[in-house]
């Protein structure tokens, strides 16, 4: 018996350390804290693809958005696919998107124009011409319109 338990845990152990070994490449959403950590980080980048869900400023929206590049890294123009739900989980799949954003700190806004390009369907759309040209603090914000109404949602992440 214990032998066994030994085994198996052993198994599992080396199951886990092979699927290790290979996420890095699968671009899943998860590693809010790992993945980049180790990289050399002098050319920017963002440690996950994944932002946090963020409520819209009135409640109206519940927000996803994950980067389809990953990790995301400066200078390079790439797509996002935002996934907008309404306040019980509904996913809303009629929005107009409109894109915003910048760095504060530096009083500049993002150096291309961004723009929902595509309904994807089930509450998911495409933003496209996303690019951010420097390390530090961004802040990207959607104006959502929905059945006649309207909120914004603000995403503030760090490429360092
Ligand atoms: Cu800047």
Redesign the pocket.
Known sequence: MRVCLSVCLLTLAYIAGACNMVMPDQGGGMRMNGGGEEMDMSGGSMAADELDPQVSENGLFTVRAVSRLDPVVINETHAWTLHVEDADGNAISDAEISIDGG?P??D?GFPTAPRVTENLGGGDYLLEGVRF??A?EWVMTLEISSGGQSDSVTFVFELN
Request: aromatic share 0%; charged share 15%; net charge negative.
């Open positions: 760095m700190e530096h500049h040209n420097m530090g």
